[in-house]
């Protein structure tokens, strides 16, 4: 990983100003991502190292939030879970997450992007595990730090990423409804407690932003828009969030998170349901499963369509195609799905069970819906070498040219060429005409201790 487009600003304002300063410039100079701006600080302290590790870290904690969460899943239908099989179906989630979209450098790759719009969806998951075992045992020492974590990591989110901010503003906006005690789906207000916490967490943090120095000065400096509501701005917004969902459901392999949910859930009938096992007792009760299983379609559906607001409101005309954002929506739509698979495969599961070849056919099942997911992953295959080829051959030719222009910075030079090495459709110097306006220029000048870059 070598650092572009906003990585430079970010390397030399972490190298410069330390966390606290980069953590101040960010709330009053920039956009009040005070989280954001934190974080930024960490993966940028010691040099580039942090944005080589940091694609790693989100993959390994990623896995074992949804090994995790998909194991509390399986125990709420009545299976056995198997670990080999819960991280075969979180490797393939992520690998859709990653590669199915339009924007798989940034989506992993590019450090800004995934600290502000997949790392939240990490914290997300360990943030609802946590609800889980606070809702639980709220008596315990777990209990008591998971009610007061909510509002803090809640707060967190809110000051790093606003398009993840709403959307699981609204699923636990939604949980919290369904949790009240008298639609008798929650058997207290531990569930409902925690919403609140959340959802207030969010809000405080989202306040904080929005009221910052930095937020006023960037809105300033955006031109006057129509209000969301006027008849034309809406329509507008509508037609983007189409073409938005058009990309989205145009690739086929998001099927594959469905197709692995079936074979999570066969595999888990095999398990469950085999002669001399005793089915677990299910843990919740139907109507609450099936709450649980209703609720991702209206908070992928709002969710996805404010964050199209967002993006048009920040971007403009063009802000839907910024699809490393996309991330906030696609996690819940592809554990949805993965959902719905599991469910499916656990009711085939069960049916299959009671005829006479039933090892046959569970294992057929298996095999052909293993299959459908295989391909799903597998059509991406020849993307990620593109990638893989295109990011290994900048990182030769990034080291070469910085080896020089460190050379000529160390003999006295105060104006050095630099040639733009694009990747993953993200801004190089020279991106304007106007060299008082490229920003990246001047953080790439900032970086190396340069008054001024030129072309070669």
């Known amino acids: 990983m070598r650092p ?262 066969l595999a888990c009938g095999l398990r469950g349901h085999a002669p001399g096992k005793r089915e677990p007792r299910r843990t919740v009760p139907r109507s609450v499963l099936t709450a649980l299983l209703l609720l991702p379609v209206p908070v992928v559906v709002l969710g996805s369509f404010a964050v199209v607001v967002g993006l048009r409101s920040g971007y403009g005309p063009t802000g839907w195609t910024y699809a490393r954002t996309w991330t906030s929506y696609l996690v819940p739509m592809e554990l949805a799905l993965c959902g719905y698979g599991a469910l499916l495969g656990a009711w085939g599961g069960r049916w299959l069970s009671a005829r006479r070849t039933a090892d046959a056919l569970l294992v057929t099942g298996t095999v052909a819906a293993g299959c459908l997911a295989l391909a799903s992953v597998a059509v991406l295959v020849p993307n990620v070498q593109r990638l893989t080829t295109t990011t290994v051959a900048r990182s030769v030719a990034w080291d070469a040219q910085n080896a020089r222009i460190r050379t000529e910075a160390a003999r006295g030079a105060t104006d050095v060429g630099y040639r733009p090495l694009h990747i993953g459709g993200l801004a190089e110097p020279f991106f304007t005409r106007d060299y008082e306006r490229d920003w990246v220029a001047a953080c790439v000048s900032k970086w190396y201790g340069v008054d001024r870059i030129h072309r070669p």
């Open 4 to 265: 572009t487009s906003d990585d430079w600003c970010a390397a030399w304002k972490a190298r410069d100003l330390g966390i606290l300063g980069i953590t101040s410039d960010f709330y009053t100079t920039q956009n009040g991502r005070i989280a954001n701006a934190f974080l930024s600080g960490v993966v940028y302290g010691d040099g580039l190292a942090g944005t080589k590790v940091l694609p790693t870290v989100i993959a390994v904690s990623f896995t074992a939030a949804l090994v995790l969460l998909g194991r509390d899943f399986v125990r709420f239908l009545g299976g056995r879970p198997g670990v080999l099989v819960l991280i075969a179906c979180a490797l393939v989630v992520q690998a859709l997450l990653y590669f199915a979209g339009t924007r798989s450098y940034q989506a992993l790759l590019w450090a800004p992007a995934t600290i502000s719009h997949t790392l939240p969806s990490v914290i997300g998951l360990w943030a609802l595990l946590l609800a889980i075992r606070t809702v639980r045992r709220p008596r315990t020492a777990i209990g008591v730090a998971g009610f007061a974590s909510a509002f803090l990591i809640a707060f967190a989110l809110g000051t790093l990423s606003e398009p993840f901010a709403l959307v699981s503003g609204l699923l636990a906006a939604g949980v919290g409804l369904l949790s009240l005690p008298r639609l008798r789906l929650a058997r207290n207000w531990r569930p409902f407690t925690w919403c609140v916490l959340w959802c207030s967490g969010l809000v405080c943090g989202l306040a904080v932003l929005y009221t910052s120095p930095g937020a006023r000065w960037r809105r300033a400096r955006q031109p006057e828009k129509e209000s969301v509501l006027s008849a034309d701005e809406f329509r507008a917004t509508w037609e983007d969030w189409l073409r938005m969902w058009d990309s989205v459901t145009g690739q086929w392999a998001y099927l594959g998170a469905a197709a692995v949910g079936v074979v999570l859930g």
